[in-house]
């Protein structure tokens, strides 16, 4: 069974950073995709930032700019730098993992942007 723990969520002021990592229990280059989702209160969950097993990169418009999506195979993590962050940036951020049909979720780390 796949397991991925999210980590570095947390309370942050608007225009402040966090930086949240996505641990996996196989390395990261067995999966197609992997990447980061987010759900805020009262809303579907969506897409945040995606890297291919080839280093392919693609982020949602509204984070693109102040987001950056990274992995290291060598510690099979994927991390999403987030800068700029927001108020409408507060949601529970999911790491995903994608092999083929097969979808693999984290529990959730909670980013919270207030003043």
């Known amino acids: 069974q796949v397991q991925l723990v999210e980590s570095g969520g947390g309370l942050v002021q608007p225009g402040g950073s966090l930086r949240l990592s996505c641990a996996a229990s196989?390395?990261?280059?067995?999966?197609?995709?992997m990447g980061w989702y987010r759900q805020a209160p009262g809303k579907q969950r969506e897409l945040v930032a995606t890297?291919?097993?080839?280093?392919?990169?693609n982020y949602a418009d509204s984070v693109k700019g102040r987001f950056t999506i990274s992995r290291d195979s060598t510690k099979n993590t994927v991390n999403l730098q987030i800068n700029s962050l927001k108020s409408e940036d507060t949601a529970v951020y999911y790491c995903?993992?994608?092999?083929?049909?097969?979808?693999?979720w984290g529990q959730g780390t909670q980013v919270t942007v207030s003043s």
């Open positions: 196989r390395s990261i280059l067995s999966f197609n995709v």
């Open positions: 995903n993992a994608q092999w083929w049909s097969t979808a693999y």
């Open positions: 890297i291919t097993i080839g280093g392919t990169t």
